[in-house]
């Protein structure tokens, strides 16, 4: 195909020359850059966000089976084109392979996880628009799918094979640059060297990570920064953090640890994993004795222990949240509403799918709240009688009992349904993991791990927690007592999370290195994944030579370089690209422009944020040793934090906490941390349409409720230091916004997601030989006869 450059020079025109240097048919490499990363942007949180209809999981495709009218057919049909072609692709490519999932039967995924999620769709949860605020969900779906989009794209576009990496060099773990070049060159030879074989030698043969190499070294310094920014984004700067904190504190202290400890204790290792089975998944109403006897068929045999710790959180918020409801409810005279307006506001949350759908588009094209759709639609008479005052509160309750809905029909699903799906499942789990088990019972103390894993979610829970303003970062948790007693509480910073994982990274090598030490057969299983899967991230196909840009196509500004553009599918998209209409092109350039110069930001920001960190970080912080077995309790001192900084000691409650003198190390505080991938995440949480929160009040976005907890949700401490929702301002004064690029999705979604479809279909990286899967597990099965059963 000639350029339509040339072709438009032969006609002399120069109107049309001026239209051809504005639109070329090709795109400089940081150009395919930015495109491909918006396009895969989009596709990927669609995928995650279609999972909210039931039909979705239909035509997935494998492992997830096509629903048709003759269910108890004996062998699953799948869908050919899948729905979800890149959440499609990282699982074929990477989980299904992976040991112990790979094992699972076939029924695992078509009938017990796919049944799961159908019903969890079928319960038709609350949106984000409706409840006025970005929900838990809605956070933890939206990073879902920041990280999703990364590896699809690492997948789809490649690395491409440059020279080998000395990691033995230079590497000054002080320095954000020579974290990040430590972590390419990792990458580098992760992918085409020998790095995996080094690390799981090392893993056998050394009882340290710093036995490595440098590189290695500050590889996983870069690694544990990320996390602690994640983890930080998720349990402090989101308004959700504290709700998900208290959750996981709630769920913690109901963990039997001293019953499983106690059970690890058994020598037979069937035994023991039976007496695991039985401790998490036995039942013991009346319904399951019935159902074992003969009398009923699939009863309701009550819970077991796993489910009524989901079912007893749940519960626990839906209490605080009745009080909310019950207190608002007690209003009605004073504010002089009626019960017509409450019930029909109650009747709406169990409406179906489509008449809230109906509500919600009202809402949308008015505009005006939900509220007012919802009395509007029953009775246009009862808006014109709603004051803002009762709006207000009126608001209040629908998102509330939206919320109580959702904490009911979870546990509904999870542990109420008939057939029990989720303890079947679990047992799958448990059966394809059994080998494993087995080996690593007989060859590694699991007691010691447990031990460690409840501190350190005890460490992490505390640390989540607000400061006393005068204490000296995540040690302030021990010497200075509760925040509760301190007026003025300092929020957790990402620095308190760095300190944390990297004084507790041996708790994890420690583990790793007995296991590949005394079980070999189970290391060079894993050894063999990671070589084979890593491989889905090499450039399989060479891209094309950088096209020669005419002169009046020039980078856009502020961009860098980009060898490669888009990798493996640079020349796709550049089809894509050049198959559209001139005035298309035309269009979408701009958006293109200012989106590669939008992630040119992003990194340079993402950089100066971590050498902040690393500037703020103590000099040291060396791993804790591990500690003897008679030290360990349930008292949440068990982590190595509670050896102090240079370890030692019998006894953890008796040991002297870290001095608190002048000298003592101060911590000083970030609230944003590296990681292109949480700018993207919080494009997501924006760019989320929220309903209006008056009467005939505009529109809003996720930005515009940023930092605020849904109206309703009660029970979570309010002594958080900073608020939360300054924080993330403060973070994004300094941080570009993202460019609207509505019209490259409209332009080349479609187009893309069809490109991704076929890539699926035809790589052999993405192939699975249903019938070689089946016999496989059968064979499986076979050669696991005495497997427990519960």
Known sequence: MEPAHREHQQ??????????????????????????????????????????????????????????????????????????????????????????????????????FQGILEKLAEANLSESYDKGSLGTRKTLATAASSIHEAVSRGILGGLEQQEKRDLAGNYDRSKAKDLERA?????????????????????????SLEEHSSGVQAAADYVIIHLATLLHHVFVLTPEGPYLLKLMENVHKLLPYSMVKQTLRIGNAATMINGMMRLLLAKVGVGAISNWVGLTQDADDGMNLLQKIIAMVLS???????????????????????????????????????????????????????????????????????????????????????????????????????????????????????PMIRVLHEHVDLREHVTAVEGFITDFINIGKAKPKNGNGFLSSWTNGSPKSDTEARTPSVEDYVILLRRNRQILYNFLHQVASQCPDLTEDFRVWCNTTIKVFQQHRRPPQEPEQPPSSPEPPKSKKRPGGAGAVSSNLQHLFSSLPSLTREQIIPSINAHASYLSSLGDLSRKRMQKILDNLPPDTPPSPPRPASSMSNSG??????????????????????????????????????????????????????????????????????????????GVSKERGLDPAKLVRMAEEEAPRAPDVKVVVEALGGEFKGLVGDILKEDGRFAVVVEKMTEKHGCERARHRDRVEV
């Open 183 to 207: 972590w390419e060159d990792a990458v580098q030879e992760l992918l085409y060297g020998n790095l995996i074989d080094e690390l799981f030698r090392c893993a056998a043969e050394q009882k």
């Open 637 to 714: 001192w068990s982590t190595p934090l509670s050896w102090g900084w240079s370890g030692g000691g019998s006894d953890s409650r008796k040991s002297s906490p870290p001095p608190t003198t002048a000298n003592s190390i101060a911590v000083k505080q970030s609230y944003s941390g590296p990681g292109m991938f949480l700018s993207r995440w919080q494009q997501l949480l924006d760019d989320t349409v929220i309903g209006p929160a008056t009467l005939d009040g505009k529109l809003r976005s996720g930005r515009d409720v940023k930092g605020e907890l849904a109206m309703g949700k009660t």
């Open 316 to 434: 626990w918020d839906n209490t605080e949240s009745r009080k909310t409801v019950d207190r608002i409810e007690k209003y009605r005279g004073q504010l002089a509403s009626t019960k017509v307006q409450i019930d029909i506001i109650k009747a709406h949350v169990d409406k179906s799918r489509d008449e809230q759908e109906e509500a919600r588009n009202q809402s949308r094209q008015t505009p005006e709240s939900m509220v007012s759709a919802v009395l509007r639609r029953s009775n246009p008479k009862l808006v014109k009688k709603l004051t803002e005052e009762q709006h207000a509160l009126y608001l209040e309750y629908f998102s509330t009992l939206l919320m109580i809905r959702d904490r009911e029909e979870i546990p509904n699903v999870l542990c109420r349904q008939q057939p029990d799906l989720f303890t079947k499942a679990v047992k799958d789990l448990v059966a394809a993991f059994e």
């Open 11 to 112: 006609t002399g025109d120069p109107n049309t020359r001026k239209s051809a240097s504005v639109t070329p048919e090709t795109l400089t490499s940081s150009q395919l850059h930015a495109l491909f990363d918006i396009l895969t942007h989009h596709q990927t949180y669609a995928e995650v966000e279609s999972f909210k209809h039931p039909a979705t999981i239909s035509t997935y495709g494998y492992p997830f089976a096509q629903r048709t009218k003759d269910d108890n057919a004996s062998a699953p049909t799948y869908a050919t084109d899948s729905s979800s072609p890149l959440l499609a692709g990282v699982l074929r490519s990477i989980i299904l392979s992976f040991p112990g999932i790979r094992d699972l039967p076939p029924e695992f995924w078509h009938l017990k």
